[in-house]
C-alpha cells in the first residue's frame, strides 16, 4: 500500500510534466487569414470606397465600429486556407454576441444594408465548403 507521501511525490512529479499552456494558439506560427473588403460608402454613392481588413481564422477581429454597406471577400488574400471553406460572421459589437450580419464567404457578400451600418467585430472560420448563403 502506498503511503501518501508517495502519493504526492507522484503526483507533483505528474503536475510538473504537464505542459504549462493550453493556449491553442500557440502550437505553430502560421497565420491563417483571409483578407476581407468593407465597402465605407453606401449602396448609392459613387465610386464607392473600399478598405481592407485582414482577418484570422477563428479570432473575433476587432473593425473598430466601421461604418460600412457590404463585406465581400478579397479573395486573392487568403493565407494558408482554402478561401472556399471559409466562413465569417459581422457582429454589431466588441464581444462578437450582437449579430450584424448573416453568414458570408467568398461567393456571397454580406449586404449589410443600403445604408452604412455599424460594425463592430467579424469572426471567420473554416467550414466543409462554403454553401452558397
Ligand atoms: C464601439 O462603440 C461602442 C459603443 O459606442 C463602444 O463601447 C466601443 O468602445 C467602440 N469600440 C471601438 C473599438 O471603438
Request: proline share 7%; glycine share 4%.
Amino acid at each position: 500500500m502506498y503511503t501518501t507521501a508517495f502519493l504526492t511525490t507522484i503526483l507533483a512529479a505528474l503536475a510538473s510534466a504537464a505542459p504549462t499552456t493550453s493556449n491553442l494558439a500557440a502550437r505553430d506560427d502560421t497565420y491563417y487569414g483571409v483578407g476581407l473588403t468593407i465597402k465605407t460608402t453606401d449602396a448609392f454613392t459613387q465610386p464607392p470606397v473600399y478598405e481592407p481588413a485582414p482577418v484570422e481564422i477563428s479570432v473575433l477581429t476587432s473593425l473598430g465600429n466601421v461604418s460600412a454597406s457590404e463585406i465581400k471577400f478579397d479573395v486573392p488574400v487568403a493565407s494558408h486556407v482554402d478561401v472556399n471553406q471559409v466562413e465569417c460572421r459581422a457582429y454589431k459589437d466588441d464581444a462578437g454576441v450582437v449579430p450584424g450580419s448573416a453568414p458570408f464567404n467568398a461567393k456571397t457578400p454580406a449586404e449589410l444594408s443600403t445604408n452604412l451600418v455599424t460594425v463592430a467585430s467579424v469572426l471567420c472560420y473554416v467550414v466543409t465548403e462554403a454553401e452558397k448563403v
